[in-house]
């Protein structure tokens, strides 16, 4: 079995920060390609960020300079922080593995979500 369990969204206010973690467990490990997904209700779920085994990464264009993933394989964490956060920003955030993960396809795990609200 694949868990993957995120946990840190919240209520922020605009410019604020916020720092996402997500707890894998069972069969994912530090050989699997992980990612931050969003989704607003009524839209697409969109990629944010990729970090791969060897800690490349990729990040969506309008997320460089604010958002940064990371990775802890130790804990078997993976992290996205949040900066200078806008109220385009609120979403619900999605935290994803797989193997052939690529920026045009997900890989096959998701986690349950965690919302993230962006308001003054």
């Known amino acids: 079995q694949a868990q993957l369990v995120e946990s840190g969204g919240g209520l922020v206010r605009p410019g604020g920060s916020l720092r996402l973690a997500c707890a894998a467990s069972g069969i994912i490990d530090d050989s699997y390609i992980m990612a931050w997904y969003r989704q607003v209700p009524g839209k697409q779920r969109e990629l944010l960020s990729i970090i791969w085994p060897d800690d490349s990464i990729y990040y969506k264009d309008s997320v460089k300079g604010r958002f940064t993933i990371s990775r802890d394989n130790t804990e078997n964490m993976v992290y996205l922080q949040l900066k200078s956060l806008k109220p385009e920003d609120t979403a619900t955030y999605y935290c994803?593995?797989?193997?052939?993960?690529?920026?045009?396809?997900?890989?096959?795990?998701w986690g349950q979500g965690t919302q993230v609200t962006v308001s003054s």
């Open positions: 994803n593995a797989g193997l052939l993960t690529t920026p045009r396809r997900p890989g096959q795990y």
